[in-house]
């Protein structure tokens, strides 16, 4: 079996050029599996997720994010959409606790593929006859790969499965690709005049190609209803209203967030030229709108009380239009 070599970090500028495989995070706070895509459309990508409830090519495991109890329900779910062997990602210290929570719940070894972080014992494969840690399918084994803040993984073979989803991406394909364009697309909803915004179920159907030919509007391409690597690279880009003649020309920055209980205001100092403003509030993915309020003060109370975690973003108006949105924020009840 062949040895090949993997990189992942939050800063997709660290990457390598022409690697054979990268790692890319799919939703947190550092997700950017849409740069590394679209950085690196030809080679190997792994989708990373760090909340149990996402679906994606790999699930991290270690504080903060998803726990080791979570793991049998997150690698089931997987099964569910037809992956055969779901990665999870957990330090090599975790690995045999891994192993048995798995099997306890009726998961057998060779229904996922185990990547175990093992920094100090040089390269290697995690295994019995390397370093005495239980058999891995790949083994992270640095973090200053290349003299970098980086991280640098050996995989086997066959850790990927099928083979990378290229360009274009295309009515009836199916996969992590597809999943991270409909977020994409979303991310873009109120830009591009989509609504509803699509499930992010990783199917490529009509509602998709028709949100791709409004992308392809927005962008002056060619509406040819397939995402190619330019349209890709467009979108990944934070999401801009072309300018309003009239209109603000900044977002209100900084804004302040607090709340007590389940009521949260926004409070920043006025824009310039703005009679109004508005607040966008949506579900941490992305896929659910909360609502949006428009307010005539600098100062927004809002009710939000059945979603503990958050997106928002503000934008400033006036009888011209609106100026373009700020930058999407997440947010925590305390």
């Known amino acids: 079996m062949i040895t090949l070599f993997m990189f992942d970090d939050v800063s997709v500028s660290l990457l390598p050029a022409d690697a054979y495989a990268y790692a890319g995070y799919l939703d947190g706070f550092y997700a950017n599996f849409a740069q590394v895509k679209g950085a690196h459309p030809e080679a190997h990508l792994v989708g990373i997720v760090t909340r149990a409830c996402d679906n994606g090519d790999a699930l991290d495991v270690e504080p ?6 979570q793991a049998p329900g997150w690698v089931k779910q997987q099964h569910a959409r037809g992956v055969a062997r779901p990665i999870v990602y957990v330090s090599a210290a975790n690995a045999r606790l891994m192993i048995n929570t798995l099997a306890a719940a009726g998961i057998n070894r060779s229904c996922y593929r185990l990547w175990l972080a093992h920094y100090g014992a040089g390269q290697h494969t995690c295994g019995p006859g390397s370093c005495g840690y239980p058999q891995a399918d790949g083994t992270q084994f640095t973090s200053t790969a ?21 360009f274009p991406i295309t009515q009836g394909d199916m996969g992590t690709e597809v999943v991270t364009l409909q977020k994409m697309l979303n991310a873009w909803a109120s830009v591009i005049g989509l609504t509803p915004v699509l499930v992010p179920d990783g199917a490529f159907g009509q509602k998709t190609l028709a949100a791709v030919k409004r992308a392809q509007a927005r962008f002056k391409l060619t509406q040819t209803g397939e995402c190619d690597h330019t349209l890709w690279t467009d979108l990944s880009g934070q999401p801009t209203q072309r300018p309003v003649l009239g209109a603000p020309l900044t977002a209100p920055s900084p804004v302040e967030v607090t709340n007590k209980g389940g009521e949260v205001t926004f409070s920043w100092s006025p824009v310039g030229g703005a009679a109004e403003y508005q607040v966008d509030v949506t579900a941490t993915d992305g896929t659910e709108v909360i609502g949006d309020w428009t307010v005539a003060a600098a100062r927004a109370v809002i009710g939000i009380y059945r979603h503990p975690t958050f997106q928002w973003k503000v934008r400033a108006g006036n009888a011209h239009g609106w100026g373009p949105w700020g930058v999407t924020h997440s947010y925590s009840l305390k």
Request: aromatic share 8%.
């Open 64 to 69: 903060g994010d998803a726990t080791i109890s």
């Open 146 to 166: 290349l003299g970098k803040s980086l991280d640098e993984s050996v995989v086997a073979d066959d850790f990927f499965g099928a083979q990378p989803l290229t």
